[in-house]
DNA sequence: GGCTTATTGGTATTTTTTTATCGAGAATGA
DNA sequence: TCATTCTCGATAAAAAAATACCAATAAGCC
């Protein structure tokens, strides 16, 4: 009955995804100075709804107080907490390309409890080199290197066509999520946590919209 | 208001979302030249529910025949209509950092009907280079290259500080849709499309579901 | 101190999305 | 030819998520 189903029970994916956003906004808030604020103030801000608001914050376990809202401090640390961003996860990132030179040189993964501590690449020019700050080795050495550090996290940026056999080497170094940046649908034990980054999904949605207006245009 | 539109335009985002994934695997089914596909046997490949993906794809228009499916070609052809990839649109980047100059270098737009066609940085230094192929010009010639060659879509790569700024430059260019890889939520007018990319929302997916793992770990 | 108002947190309702069910059409092979 | 089997497409049911509602509470004001 009580509000006590927070911690293993599942979340609403889609409130998890907002976590981070209101995150970005009460960080923010926090620099300015403002020690206090409503879910109002911040559906407003994000122009969302409040109620929707106030869902996802509780699932976090946050007690705001009537007629004040939360402390934005407490708020920051128990969104924090609930996603497992109060320390930085270790990661490996796997094929230092374009797409994964980027990543590497992103400073804001700090904020969002990833730290990716070295690279890899199949290809030998690229191995021995340091790409901001980090060593990239050969993939050979992944296996070893990873039950060394207790890395959990694999950034996968490789080619399409080597992203299985790349997941594999991660999975069979006992990665337990990997954060997959290709196309391809890995194939992975039930254990393994494979979350995908749809690029082509958020661009899908943005054309579709832009084509639906257009042929409407185009009518009237 | 055009009334017409809601016929068009009532597409559920998720079924959107996973249209992409569709085409994905229907053109490597198209290269192993296999001429017609199930809803059963995508499913299966992509470990979904059959039901499901024929909604999907019923949404493009398409009509399968039973006991055979959809043929590949037309199919792909469908999801492309639908989406409008048929022609790749042309867009305009903003910001040739660490990700704008990954994205610049990324041939796979190509397949999802985009095709950036130049590059925009306030930093002297990078106005004037040429990168991937792309020429990079000073933020201030965003404006009338945007209305001299038609372009409505932008993708905006700067740094969170100079987001809205950049995102006010391109609408007042005309820019119709702007797919934005920043934290910062923009302000825009409501004929103009946003689409987010939220990485960190991803991130917070695969982290949320690690830190249970862990704890559940823990406990037993 | 009592009144007013903003805001939380729980419940209820509506909407959206996913999943199940079933009849009909079409290929296959007996 | 005809039964069999697979698959589509439509409809119904279930589940998930968003939204509405309201009592309780605390702050500020008169
Ligand atoms: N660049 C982008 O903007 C972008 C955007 C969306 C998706 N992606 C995806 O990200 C992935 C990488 O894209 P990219 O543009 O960086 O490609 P890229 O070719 O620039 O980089 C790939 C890197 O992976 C390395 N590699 C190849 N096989 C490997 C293996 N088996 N093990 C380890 N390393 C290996 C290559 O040596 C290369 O350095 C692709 O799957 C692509 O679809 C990229
Ligand atoms: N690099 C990543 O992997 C990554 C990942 C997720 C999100 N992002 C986001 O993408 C954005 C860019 O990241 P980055 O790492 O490429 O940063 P960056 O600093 O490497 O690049 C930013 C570029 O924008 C240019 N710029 C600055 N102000 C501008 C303006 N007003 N108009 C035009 N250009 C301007 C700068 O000169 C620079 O070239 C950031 O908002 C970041 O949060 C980056």
């Known amino acids: 009955m009580a509000i006590v189903n927070t911690e293993l ?61 939360y402390q934005v401090p407490e708020l920051i640390q128990s969104i924090e907490a609930f996603l497992g961003w109060k320390k930085a996860n270790e990661a490996f990132l796997v094929g230092v390309g374009n797409l994964g030179s980027a990543l590497l040189g992103y400073e804001g993964f700090a904020h969002l409890g990833l730290k990716i501590i070295a690279a890899f690449d199949s290809h030998p020019e690229k191995a021995g080199k340091t790409i901001h700050g980090r060593e990239v080795f050969p993939l050979e050495q992944l296996p070893s290197l990873a039950s060394r550090m207790h890395v959990h ?23 337990r999520a990997i954060w997959n940046f290709t196309a391809t649908r ?13 690029l082509a999904s958020s661009l899908a949605v943005l054309s579709s919209k832009l084509e639906a207006t257009m042929k409407n245009k185009k009518k009237s």
């Open 9 to 69: 029970k599942n979340a609403p994916l889609p409130s998890i995804k907002r976590l981070p956003i209101y995150l970005n906004m009460l960080r923010l808030m926090q620099v300015k100075g403002r020690p206090v604020v409503s879910c109002t103030h911040i559906a407003d801000d994000l122009h969302l709804d409040p109620t929707q608001v106030r869902k996802d914050l509780a699932i976090t376990g946050i007690i705001g107080r009537p007629k004040v809202g």
């Open 153 to 175: 996290i694999g950034v996968l940026t490789v080619p399409a066509s080597a992203a299985q056999s790349a997941a594999d080497v991660l999975i069979g170094s006992g990665i």
């Open 186 to 198: 890995l194939d992975a034990p039930p254990d393994t946590i494979v979350e995908n980054v749809e």
